[in-house]
């Protein structure tokens, strides 16, 4: 028996009633070639997305195909919405985070965690790339003081949201200190005294959780803050920018991320700024995953000998 088509305005994923509204029938929309994500919800989707995030933004724009004007996404959604960077953990088998606005009932069904947000603890827009209702980069993460429980963590999607552009490819910052300030400030919530402490060390210039992580072990070790994302100019020349950095004792930490593994011409390029640095009396320390979230005291030891042989 052939299958009834389904109309290219509905799209790969679509609401019920929306396909009711378009003549599709009960029937077909029961039919095995359908995927029910959702309550309500049908997708013409077979794949399964090769990371926690962008599985979480695939069904995060599933459920958007049924979401009420009241509804937003918020907390752990949220933050993968705007790309800020989050324990893997806690994207694995993750619900959708959605919320609505007291006194409406928060909203309930399987895959959702449903949310009652004060008015005054939260501002809401549409994402400018998704398309979907989303809370503003600032109250997203000062919802996320109440679920992050490591402080370097709470620092870090911070840093993400108001990192200010480095180069001209760069966007621009999706939130202000100010107005994170803001936030903090607008009233009694979960994790508000955790803001409280993460605000006043927020960074403009880090560019990923590791370096913030980096950058709060080596602070909290005692030791002096380095300069993050520091460009090093040698007689009027510029040698690259290091992840930090003492430029008075010409002392440079660079973390090797995961994708020096798979995109060659990167390594490459790195090696070669790593030897401009050396020759130009620089000591790079190389530091690894393990250095900042297995071993932090062997990072601390590294930098505290390097600092100590500068002096």
């Known amino acids: 028996m052939q299958r009834q088509p389904l109309p290219l305005s509905l799209g790969r994923t679509f609401a019920v009633h929306d396909a009711r509204a378009a003549g599709i029938t009960a029937s077909r929309l029961r ?38 004007n009241h509804e937003f996404f918020s907390h752990i959604t949220g933050a993968a919405l705007w790309g800020l960077p989050l324990p893997i953990a806690l994207l694995h088998a993750r619900s959708l985070d959605v919320s609505v606005f007291a006194p409406r009932r928060a909203p309930a069904g399987a895959g959702v965690a449903g949310h009652t947000v004060r008015r005054a603890l939260a501002h809401a827009m549409i994402h400018p790339v998704h398309n979907v209702a989303v809370t503003t980069p600032a109250s997203t993460v000062a919802m996320l003081a109440g679920v992050l429980r490591h402080p370097y963590d709470l620092v870090a999607v911070a840093d ?137 005291g062997r990072l601390v030891t590294r930098v505290r000998r390097a600092i100590a042989g500068r002096r």
């Open 160 to 296: 993400a949201a108001v990192r200010e552009p480095l180069h001209h490819t760069h966007p621009p910052a999706l939130a202000t200190i100010d107005q994170l300030t803001a936030a903090l400030e607008a009233g009694r919530r979960v994790g508000r005294d955790r803001l409280r402490l993460a605000i006043p060390r927020v960074s403009t210039r880090s560019r990923s959780r590791a370096e913030t992580w980096v950058r709060l072990i080596i602070a909290d070790a005692g030791l002096p803050v380095p300069h993050a994302n520091y460009d090093v100019f040698e007689a009027g020349q510029w040698l690259g920018q290091v992840d930090l950095a003492y430029p008075d004792m010409k002392i440079a930490i660079e973390y090797e991320g995961e994708h020096h593994l798979t995109d060659p011409q990167q390594w490459a390029a790195d090696i070669a700024r790593m030897d401009r640095l050396v020759e130009a009396g620089w000591r790079v320390l190389r530091i690894t995953k393990s250095d900042v979230f297995t071993e932090p």
């Open 31 to 68: 039919a095995r070639d359908l995927v029910r994500p959702f309550h309500g919800v049908r997708s013409q989707e077979q794949y399964i997305p090769d990371t926690p995030e962008r599985l979480l933004l695939t069904r995060a724009m599933q459920y958007a195909c049924r979401m009420t």
